[in-house]
């Protein structure tokens, strides 16, 4: 036709064919029939794509007739009246002329994004897709991408550029709007595709103390009491790898276990969610705890990202409070659930339920003392720094208009060592993570406070300097307070040196939100282990919220 017709007639006269057609009427009878055809797919077509929309609830009530109208045959005849009214409502507009080109460019978007979305399953890689267009490859999804976006705007650059910011209102609306489905998400297959690669390029071996930060594994037995711990912890971790391990006591043979074990982390999975913790569960079962925390330990993480540090609870026996249940004194000092989204909520609650109740303090499956004291060996024979939290319970998180609030740092051990401070990996490692912590902007209102124990003023004035100089070196900014023992201290037995100084961290605590505090090494024999135990309840008792902490590997360094 364009070798046979002029430019002047085909831009000007849309029934040309009418007149150079040899059979007369044959123009008519076709248009008719292509006007017919078309407008039988757009119903069948359009009104299905409109019910789907509205069993996937994307537009909420908004669709909601749309779902109840269908024959026996299963033809959705409200969703083709709907299309019907739609389409009758457009044809308002008065000329064809004025839609066509709109109709030209969200079709030529439809275009593009279907090659974008085979253009990403290819750069995914995903095994199922496997398309019978032999000549299929990336570069063909690109070609056609790239085409059809610079056809729509050849067609017509106002009405591209209209259509494309509409294209991503609805995208944008349609990415926080949509619940739950199981479409699939073309964006897991593309983020699991680069974090492995990623992932394989971390090599553990080329760890430099001068880019160290906390990667944490938190032992927690029953997350309905953990909720402050966890959200602590998600402040303190910095960026680095924080991930949630618990051990369930069992075994995963018995009948309908595996159910309650997915149940439980699904549970784990949407109290995350719900927290706003950028966190990894990992669930271990065995029938020994000890051994079960082991495999947690040994396990966790992937790679060259894998925690550095270990955080688990105090053993004792007080009485747990059921944060789930009774959420007063969490940081948002709102309810749990209202964190979660509209049409997330009813199925987060029903998991949020499955999660294990309190066991009482006499429940034969609690760990035992030298269990628990075994742990304690275990993270430092794997060479993992060690943190223990007490009464994290109590903990009031900062909000503005407060009064002066303190972080205190007990860099030293209970004990008086030779060692320097400087040399002391326990001792550097409490000075950095209190500045990790100060450096989060929850907590930056709140002042960094270093105390120095000494037996008297004199040799606390000479403390004060050496640990200012540190400071300094470590560009950590801090207060640095003397905090003189009793005259007696040294004559004290090794219990009463701890209850001692619980006195005297006590009588300086006022206002202390957190203490970081010296975290001593278990006994050797095990016969000592409860004994250990008593001293750290004594060196810990009444206390604000408490981690203790023992470091075992270089995090901060005065050489560089």
């Known amino acids: 036709i364009a070798f046979t017709s002029s430019r002047l007639l085909l831009q000007n006269d849309y029934l040309f064919l009418e007149h150079i057609c040899i059979v007369p009427g044959i123009t008519t009878a076709g248009t008719l029939c292509v006007t017919f055809s078309a407008s039988l797919s757009t119903f069948a077509g359009a009104s299905r794509i409109l019910e789907a929309l509205a069993l996937d609830d994307i537009l909420g009530s908004l669709l909601e007739v749309v779902k109840k109208g269908r024959s026996r045959r299963g ?12 389409l009758q409502a457009l044809l308002f507009v008065g000329s064809l002329n004025t839609i066509a080109p709109f109709v030209a460019t969200f079709s030529l978007l439809t275009y593009a994004t279907v090659n974008m979305a085979c253009l990403a399953l290819g750069l995914a890689g995903a095994p199922n897709f496997r398309p019978t267009f032999i000549y299929f490859n990336k570069y063909t999804s690109l070609i056609g991408f790239v085409s059809s976006i610079v056809m729509a705007f050849v067609v017509n650059p106002v009405y591209a550029s209209t259509s494309f910011g509409i294209s991503v209102m609805l995208f944008v609306f349609i990415m926080f709007r949509t619940p739950g489905s199981s479409w699939g998400y073309i964006s897991q297959a593309l983020i699991f595709h680069q974090v492995r690669k990623y992932l394989l390029m971390l090599d ?24 402050p711990a966890i959200s602590f912890l998600n402040d303190m971790k910095k960026g680095g790898l924080y991930v949630i391990g618990t051990n369930i006591v069992g075994d995963i043979t018995e009948p309908g276990f595996v159910n309650r074990l997915d149940d439980l982390n ?43 540090t270990v955080v688990l609870g105090f053993y004792d026996t007080s009485e747990s409070k059921d944060f789930v249940k009774n959420p007063e004194g969490l940081p948002s000092r709102k309810q749990l659930f209202s964190r979660l989204k509209r049409h997330h ?22 760990m035992s003392t030298d269990s628990y004291v075994g742990v304690l060996k275990d993270v430092m024979a794997l060479r993992k720094n060690l943190c223990v939290m007490r009464h994290f319970d109590k903990l009031v998180r900062p909000t503005s208009g407060c009064s002066v609030l303190f972080i205190d740092v007990w860099p030293l051990p209970p004990i008086p060592s030779s060692t320097y401070i400087e040399d002391d990996t326990t001792s550097m490692f409490l000075l950095q993570l209190s500045c990790i912590l100060h450096m989060v902007g929850s907590w930056g209102g709140i002042r960094l406070r270093v105390m120095a124990t000494s037996p008297t003023q004199q040799i606390g004035a000479t403390e004060k300097v050496q640990l200012e100089g540190i400071l300094k070196i470590l560009r950590i900014e801090a207060h640095v307070q003397t905090v003189v023992l009793p005259q007696d201290y040294e004559r004290l037995s090794e219990v009463e040196k701890y209850q001692s100084l619980n006195r005297t961290i006590r009588e300086n605590s006022t206002n202390t939100v957190v203490t970081f505090m010296y975290l001593p090494r278990p006994p050797l024999d095990t016969d000592k282990n409860q004994d250990y135990l008593d001293k750290l309840t004594a060196l810990s008792d009444n206390l604000p919220p408490t981690l203790l902490v023992s470091g075992l590997s270089k995090v901060t360094t005065t050489e560089l």
Request: with cysteine; net charge neutral.
């Open 345 to 366: 909520s009813e199925s987060s609650r029903n998991y949020i339920e499955k999660l294990p109740e309190i066991e009482d303090h006499s429940n034969e499956s609690r």
């Open 266 to 308: 699904m549970a784990w999975l949407n109290l995350v969610e719900i927290l706003g913790v950028k966190a990894f569960v990992e669930t271990t079962v065995d029938r020994d705890v000890r051994n079960g925390i082991q495999n947690l330990i040994m396990t966790a993480g992937l790679g060259g990202m894998t925690p550095n």
């Open 75 to 86: 033809n959705p005849w409200v969703a083709v009246v709907v299309s019907w009214a739609l």
């Open 204 to 227: 553990a071996r080329k760890d430099h103390v001068k880019f160290w930060r906390p990667s944490i594994l938190f032992l927690c037995k029953n997350p309905r009491t953990c909720i």
